[in-house]
């Protein structure tokens, strides 16, 4: 059985940090790509950030470049992303996925495996 299992989200002040954790179980972690992807209720959600397998190659979306870092260990089965210079608009709930092979993906739709999600709160 196939399990993500996100944590690390809260509640913070604009311009504040947070750091997510997903731990995968069930899995070959170390031969998926992983992904974090965000949602606020109401609007589809969207693809934030993507690191490959060993961890050498990562695409983020331009809303978090330079703000946010997406990384993994594969010893721990857990991906991360460390979240940087916070604002009110990155209020969300923030999910990992994870798809089987080699190459970065970038859509919902390209993802079979999705943990629960995490709600991060950025207050102004």
């Known amino acids: 059985q196939v399990q993500l299992v996100e944590s690390g989200g809260g509640l913070v002040q604009a311009g504040g940090s947070l750091r997510l954790s997903c731990v995968a179980s069930?899995?070959?972690?170390?031969?998926?790509?992983m992904a974090w992807f965000r949602q606020v209720p109401g609007k589809e959600r969207e693809f934030v950030a993507a690191?490959?397998?060993?961890?050498?190659?990562?695409n983020y979306a331009d809303f978090v470049k330079g703000r946010f870092t997406i990384s993994r260990d594969n010893a721990k089965n857990t991906v991360y992303l460390q979240m940087n210079s916070l604002k009110p608009e990155d209020t969300a709930v923030y999910t990992c996925?994870?798809?089987?092979?080699?190459?970065?993906?970038?859509?919902?739709?390209?993802?079979?495996?999705w943990g629960q999600g995490t709600q991060v709160t950025v207050s102004s």
């Open positions: 996925a994870g798809e089987p092979g080699g190459f970065i993906l970038l859509r919902e739709v390209q993802y079979d495996y």
């Open positions: 690191i490959s397998q060993r961890g050498v190659n990562a």
């Open positions: 069930g899995i070959t972690f170390s031969v998926h790509t």
